[in-house]
């Protein structure tokens, strides 16, 4: 993926702790995948991570008022073209079901990604709706696609060992493990923008990242 000099980006992805008497979902820190099982239900934040590349000049971040209200083949609109398929190529790799668009959860990532635009100045932070999984990505510099988007997150399968279906030691594959979850069945995503920065949210439902179980 190609960025311009001084560009930068982050993400982040929601893991669910579930047991027996679990009711709902409380925020707590983490930085990596953990395969325990646990008696609580919690939505964890992973610790927000930043990379920086070098890359030609020339990207300035998209505006993200201006969408079209065409749609692609995998019915989205045509700003998120090629998202359905970007998870999809990713999670043929480990024969789990294709995802589908889902514009109610497109509406809710945009209604949040629109919120942390206004509130916040396009700063990561989860939502921690009900019901629903999410992945964040964050860009500064440069203009993101759908598909880039997936890889930053689809690259920490390098990360991620099926075998002890946990993360390398200091490594972060969460959000990589709800793009390829195996009972997932819908991804919705909006995208907001301040300035040169832009922020992504993808929802999926049903969500991923559940501790004690493996994405595949």
Not at 4 to 26: E, F, Q
Not at 108 to 120: D, G, I, P, V
Not at 158 to 183: I, M, R
Request: proline residues 5%; charged residues 20%.
């Amino acid at each position: 993926m190609l960025m311009p000099s001084g560009s930068t980006i982050r993400w982040l992805a929601t893991v669910c702790l579930v047991g027996a008497a679990a009711t709902g979902c409380a925020t707590k820190q983490t930085r990596h995948w953990v395969a325990e099982p646990v008696v609580i239900n919690e939505n964890i934040d992973d610790d927000r991570i930043e990379l920086d590349r070098k890359a030609p000049r020339g990207g300035e971040a998209r505006s993200a008022e201006t969408r079209d209200s065409e749609e692609s083949a995998d019915g989205e609109p045509a700003r998120f073209a090629g998202m359905v398929a970007a998870h999809n190529r990713v999670r043929a790799q480990v024969e789990v079901p294709a995802l589908s668009w889902s514009a109610d959860l497109a509406s809710r990532a945009q209604r949040w990604a629109e919120h942390l635009q206004s509130a916040k100045s396009c700063e990561m932070e989860h939502s921690h709706a009900s019901g629903v999984g999410e992945n964040l990505a964050w860009a500064s510099g440069q203009q993101l696609t759908p598909s880039s988007v997936v890889k930053m997150w689809a690259d920490e399968a390098q990360d991620y060992n099926p075998e002890s279906g946990a993360c390398t030691p200091g490594a972060v594959c969460g959000h990589y493990t709800q793009v390829v979850w195996k009972n997932t069945r819908k991804v919705g995503c909006g995208v907001a923008s301040c300035g040169r920065d832009e922020i992504w949210v993808c929802n999926y439902s049903p969500p991923g990242n559940y501790i004690g179980e493996r994405p595949f």
